[in-house]
Structure formats: C-alpha cells, structure tokens
T-cell receptor
Framework: GAVVSQHPSWVICKSGTSVKIECRSL??????MFWYRQFPKQSLMLMAT?????????EQGVEKDKFLINHASLTLSTLTVTSAHPEDSSFYIC????????????FGPGTRLTVT | AQKITQTQPGMFVQEKEAVTLDCTYDTSDQSYGLFWYKQPSSGEMIFLIYQGSYDEQNATEGRYSLNFQKARKSANLVISASQLGDSAMYFC????????????FGQGTTLQVKP
C-alpha cells in the first residue's frame, strides 16, 4: 500500500520557538494533503487542507498565521508551528490522497510535539 | 455541514466474540463515503473498511464488516471473532465528495478485548 512519512516523529521545543513538521508521500503523488491535530484520547480534528501549489484552506478556528502550511510539491507538505506555546503540545497527523487512487486516504505515523 | 457521531466512548468484548461499534452521520450530499479506522496506542491510523453511498452491498474486509443503513444514516462496524490485538481506538469518518474530499472524524470508541 501507499506510504506517507512524517518527520520528526517526536519533538520537544521551548516556548516561543518554531517547529517544522514534514509530511511526504513516498510512492505516490498527492495533490491534496490534510493536517490533523489530536489531543490525548480525543478525535482527530482537521486543521487545514493543503493543495499543491496553492494556499492552504484552514478550518474555522485554526490560526493560519500560527500554523503555516506549505505544499510545494506533489510529495511534500510542511506544517510550521510558529511561536509555539505549551497549549500547542499535541499529536499532529498528516494524510494524503493518491491522485491515481479512488477513495483511499493514507495517514502518516504522526508527530508528537511537546512545548516546554 | 457534515457530522459524524459515535456514542460509545468505550466498549468491552470477550475474546472470540463479535462486537458492533456504532456510527451515525448527517449529510445533505448524495455522494459520500464512510470509513472506519483503527488507532492503536502507537498512534498510527490503520484503514479498515470503506462504504460508498451508492454501494448496495455492505462492505466486508476479513473480520470487519460495515452494516450500512442509508435511510437511518448509520454505518456500524462489526468485528467478528475479536482478538486481543483488536484493542484500540476506532474512528468512523465521512467524506463528502462535493466538499474538497476532506475526511471528518467521529469522537471515537475505545475497544478493549478481554482474554
């Protein structure tokens, strides 16, 4: 099956710094990638939809200036958490849809962010 | 707006028995897809099964089957012959094909399989 990777798998950063998370589709092309956030024992909350070569579409309530999303190629999308605060600590998961596929959406393994 | 509801925060099942995880949805679209994912403690999202809104037959994948009742807007997951490795969080999700194809998730159900 198709593989989506995320890097890093976990990161600890200090409050006020920025952190970049990469999401790559390894063996397929993805025009659309999605970024989710998940707090412990809760559901995945969609943050934004990322389209290759265009601006991301953010869900209501998600600060676009705080969560910068770039989708520069068909295999790479990045999420940058700017000026991170402890409340940004969460599990961030990306997913991608295969251009050539039908309904499947493939998920990355997630990135656990801890802001101290 | 699309909405997915899972009303069972936690479920227990005895090993080798079957269990049903409930999922109801709300949408005004005619074309949509329903998904079930398993999330073990490692955090990875594992795709289990898919049902399209126009599919007349209930989807099955090995020990997983989806009880799709379109008129009632329900898409329950049935796991047969439960195994200890089935203990995980299970999410129901829906995609409206007219709406960027984004996948929206229900609240999740934590399933624990007892030996």
């Amino acid at each position: 099956g198709a593989v989506v990777s995320q890097h890093p798998s976990w990161v600890i950063c200090k409050s006020g710094t920025s952190v970049k998370i990469e999401c790559r589709s390894l063996d397929f092309q993805a025009t659309t990638m999605f970024w989710y956030r998940q707090f412990p024992k809760q559901s995945l909350m969609l943050m934004a939809t990322s389209n290759e070569g265009s601006k991301a579409t953010y869900e209501q309530g998600v600060e676009k200036d705080k969560f910068l999303i770039n989708h520069a190629s068909l295999t790479l999308s990045t999420l940058t958490v700017t000026s991170a605060h402890p409340e940004d600590s969460s599990f961030y998961i990306c997913s991608a849809r295969d251009l050539a596929g039908d309904h499947e959406q493939y998920f990355g393994p997630g990135t656990r962010l801890t802001v101290t | 707006a699309q909405k997915i509801t899972q009303t069972q925060p936690g479920m227990f099942v005895q090993e080798k028995e079957a269990v049903t995880l409930d999922c109801t949805y709300d949408t005004s679209d005619q074309s949509y897809g329903l998904f079930w994912y398993k999330q073990p403690s490692s955090g990875e999202m594992i795709f289990l099964i898919y049902q399209g809104s126009y599919d007349e037959q209930n989807a099955t994948e090995g020990r997983y089957s989806l009880n799709f009742q379109k008129a009632r807007k329900s898409a329950n997951l049935v796991i047969s012959a439960s195994q200890l490795g089935d203990s995980a969080m299970y999410f129901c999700a829906m995609r409206e094909y007219s709406n960027t194809g984004k996948l929206i998730f229900g609240q999740g159900t934590t399933l624990q399989v007892k030996p």
